[in-house]
């Protein structure tokens, strides 16, 4: 069985950085394309970044230029990049995979979440 699992969210100061991972356990299956979202207390889920197949990237206006996210497939891992990290960027972040094994593509796969805070 496939999962993914979150990694590196915690506490940052205001114009600090934080990296988070999504990795691909199980066999069989890679990370073909992945999104990030995120749910601040009180609010709806939120698209900030995508990545393609093919290395493709997009951002939410909200992030653009300060987050990036790069793909490791070796590892079969996804990560986002934030910087200048602001304090509207505190809430729960989740990836969002398509997997692709034996030609077949399986959307909708998700991670657990992990808190970001932004805080002095």
């Known amino acids: 069985q496939v999962q993914l699992v979150e990694s590196g969210g915690g506490l940052a100061q205001p114009g600090g950085s934080l990296r988070l991972s999504c990795a691909a356990s199980g066999s069989g299956f890679s990370i073909y394309a992945m999104d990030w979202y995120r749910q601040a207390p009180g609010k709806q889920r939120e698209l900030v970044a995508s990545i393609t197949a093919g290395g493709y990237r997009n951002y939410a206006d909200s992030v653009k230029g300060r987050f990036t996210s790069s793909r490791d497939d070796a590892k079969n891992t996804v990560y986002l990049q934030m910087n200048s990290l602001k304090p509207e960027d505190t809430a729960v972040y989740y990836c969002?995979?398509?997997?692709?094994?034996?030609?077949?593509?399986?959307?909708?796969?998700w991670g657990q979440g992990t808190q970001v805070t932004v805080s002095s």
């Open positions: 969002n995979a398509a997997l692709i094994g034996s030609g077949i593509i399986k959307n909708d796969y």
